[in-house]
């Protein structure tokens, strides 16, 4: 059963138990859902009202870009911890011989890739989370004021969150170009979330 698929009782029970994942990575992933969901939620309560038919078309395809992003982020939750687990799985290969080890040490590296790039993909998609708020600033129900800077906080912090991830799994790679330039690329979504964020709550 996917994590997505179960409810939240069952989720924070998973996530409360000694099992090592889900974790931080999914939790950064939710935070990205929720988001989503908050913005579609506040363009729902926007569009079909006179008041605010001059924003009408944004709005909407605002919204279809929210319901985008929150499947590829409720999908992250889970693609994290299958991340996880495949870097897991390593540890019970054999490496008795050297050619055991040389398999085991290469098969460690790709899976800490896989388990970088899942919280990659998770900031990626929680900038853009951002952005779709950025570009709903000013024509959204100002009833919905508070929903829309919740779901700024949780886009900020499913960016914060997903980097620590991607840092920790970054430290055990030893291909410096691919951390390198990893490193790089998160940090630029890292300085671009922070503006953002900013930009957004600031006038709450």
């Given at each position: 059963?996917?994590?997505?698929?179960?409810?939240?009782?069952?989720?924070?029970?998973?996530?409360?138990?000694n099992?090592?994942?889900?974790?931080?990575?999914?939790?950064?992933?939710?935070?990205?859902?929720?988001a989503?969901a908050?913005?579609?939620?506040?363009?729902?309560?926007?569009?079909?009202?006179?008041?605010?038919?001059?924003?009408?078309?944004?709005?909407?395809?605002?919204?279809?870009?929210?319901?985008?992003?929150?499947?590829?982020?409720?999908?992250?939750?889970?693609?994290?911890?299958?991340?996880?687990?495949?870097?897991?799985?390593?540890?019970?290969?054999p490496?008795?011989?050297?050619?055991?080890?040389?398999?085991?040490?290469?098969?460690?590296?790709n899976?800490?890739?896989?388990?970088?790039a899942?919280?990659?993909?998770?900031?990626?998609s929680?900038?853009?989370?951002l952005e779709?708020?950025?570009?709903?600033?000013?024509?959204?129900?100002?009833?919905?004021?508070?929903?829309?800077?919740?779901?700024?906080?949780?886009?900020?912090?499913?960016?914060?969150?997903?980097?620590?991830?991607?840092?920790?799994?970054?430290?055990?790679?030893?291909?410096?170009a691919?951390?390198?330039?990893?490193?790089?690329?998160?940090?630029?979504?890292?300085?671009?979330?922070?503006?953002?964020?900013?930009?957004?709550?600031?006038?709450?």
């Open positions: 059963m996917l994590l997505q698929d179960h409810n939240l009782k069952q989720f924070t029970e998973v996530l409360a138990s099992a090592p994942a889900p974790g931080g990575g999914s939790v950064a992933a939710l935070n990205g859902a929720l989503a908050l913005l579609n939620m506040v363009g729902e309560l926007t569009v079909g009202k006179e008041k605010y038919r001059e924003f009408h078309d944004d709005i909407q395809g605002i919204m279809t870009g929210a319901k985008e992003l929150l499947n590829k982020l409720l999908s992250g939750v889970d693609e994290d911890t299958q991340a996880y687990n495949k870097v897991s799985a390593v540890f019970a290969m490496k008795d011989t050297p050619e055991e080890k040389a398999a085991r040490s290469q098969a460690m590296q899976a800490l890739k896989d388990a970088a899942a919280p990659l993909q998770t900031m990626k929680s900038l853009q989370c779709l708020l950025k570009a709903a600033l000013g024509k959204t129900n100002p009833s919905c004021e508070s929903d829309f800077g919740v779901a700024a906080l949780c886009a900020q912090t499913s960016v914060r969150s997903a980097w620590l991830n991607v840092k920790i799994n970054l430290s055990g790679i030893k291909d410096e691919y951390t390198e330039k990893t490193a790089a690329e998160a940090h630029a979504i890292l300085a671009k979330s922070e503006k953002l964020a900013e930009e957004l709550l600031s006038p709450l």
